[in-house]
């Protein structure tokens, strides 16, 4: 009864487009709308979805994204851990596309090296929880979005309980040390793991599935070994590399074919040159 | 007889100058380490013809040999 009553609603305050197969709704109206009726705005907006209602929001994502794959994304759960350079821009572009839920971890706290490249880091947040700045954004950018916060560097025994309740595991780490590990858990949850890294201008990124062909190589020794460390990070790659796993998750998540399973995608943002390496 | 090859990240200052180096038959990507004074140990993954490959993988006219050090940053 209520349910219905939602709907009504929702018809009530969206809009019909002579071109377009859908209504619209403002974010404004949806999350109004979910308040009277005691719905989460996450909730909400995945019933608007499943009513061929979209939320004003994503109309421009129309129609690249079909209703369907909208509802696919509003309904998923992404595990990001890493929530500096490569993370926060993940964070960014899958939010404003219309993922659900994130799970989001980091143990860090911004300092000013991170500012060259960290889309989350401002002048203002210089000493601040990574991860509570991550909500922050995430609540202005997108308010239908569910977000639990991890302000810590997870280890091994924390790792499973976390991974089993996502759909995807997205490895946005600094240094090398600790990628073996969440892919080792990734591949235990027979999750997909999309990993990217990057050292000056050079940037890589692949798709893991269980039992599948990993970059793992790259990733030996410990953290200070890593090229960036002589290097540095530089913005170009950094957000370059972090679109390039936001596509690939909107591709899992949606049901197309993964683009970089058993593969390295290598980018350099100096010499503009992209390879697709088989692992 | 030639092959190509690309050296990434902190190997790019070992790499030839136009990214063309002459090598003779028996060659493997370990023996091209050493002709351009690579550190082997530097080096952690090894591509042929844009295939993951070992160290002593026999190399051939116009192969394309990418090298790489650790990399993990983000």
């Not at chain 1, 709704?25 to 109004?32: G, R």
């Not at chain 1, 027979?190 to 990993?214: E, H, M, N, R, W």
């Not at chain 2, 051939?60 to 050090?69: M, Q, S, W, Y």
Request: charged share 20%.
């Amino acid at each position: 009864m209520k349910k219905k009553s939602f709907h009504s609603e929702l018809r009530n305050n969206s809009d019909e487009l002579s071109d377009k197969p859908f209504q619209t709704i403002s974010s404004s109206l949806l999350l109004q709308t979910a308040d009277i009726f005691r719905l989460s705005p996450h909730q909400a907006q995945i019933q608007a979805l499943k009513a061929n209602i979209l939320p004003e929001r994503y109309l421009r994502n129309t129609p690249s994204l079909s209703m369907n794959k909208q509802i696919l994304l509003a309904e998923s759960r992404v595990f990001l851990i890493g929530l500096g350079g490569l993370g926060g821009y993940i964070l960014e572009i899958l939010a404003r596309t219309g993922v659900g839920e994130f799970i989001l971890a980091d143990g860090d706290h911004f300092e000013e090296s991170n500012l060259n490249r960290q889309i989350l880091g401002t002048t203002e947040s210089i000493g601040q929880s990574k991860a509570f700045e991550a909500e922050k954004r995430i609540k202005s950018v997108n308010p239908f979005c569910n977000a639990r916060i991890i302000p810590e560097f997870l280890d091994h025994s924390a790792l499973p309980a976390l991974i089993q309740s996502t759909d995807l595991v997205i490895d946005a780490l600094g240094g090398i040390k600790f990628r073996p590990t969440l892919l080792d858990q990734a591949s235990k949850a027979d999750l997909p793991l999309i990993t990217g890294f990057v050292a000056g201008t050079t940037g890589l990124a692949s798709t893991v599935y269980p039992q599948g062909k990993s970059p793992s190589a790259f990733w030996q020794g410990d953290d200070l070994q890593g090229a960036e460390n002589i290097l540095g990070n530089m913005a170009t790659i950094v957000s370059m590399i972090a679109t390039i796993q936001a596509s690939e998750a909107i591709r899992i998540i949606t049901q197309g074919t993964p683009r970089l399973r058993d593969k390295v995608l290598v980018a350099d943002s100096e010499n503009l040159t992209f390879e697709l390496l088989e692992l | 007889m030639k092959i190509q090859v690309s050296c990434f990240a902190t190997l790019s200052k070992y790499a030839p100058d136009d990214g063309n180096l002459d090598i003779e038959k028996g060659d493997t990507p370990e023996s091209v380490f050493k002709k351009l004074s690579i550190p082997s140990e530097e080096v952690k993954v090894i591509f042929v013809n844009g295939q993951s490959s070992k160290r002593d993988t026999l190399l051939k006219e116009n192969d394309r040999l990418g090298i790489f050090p650790a990399i993990g940053g983000g």
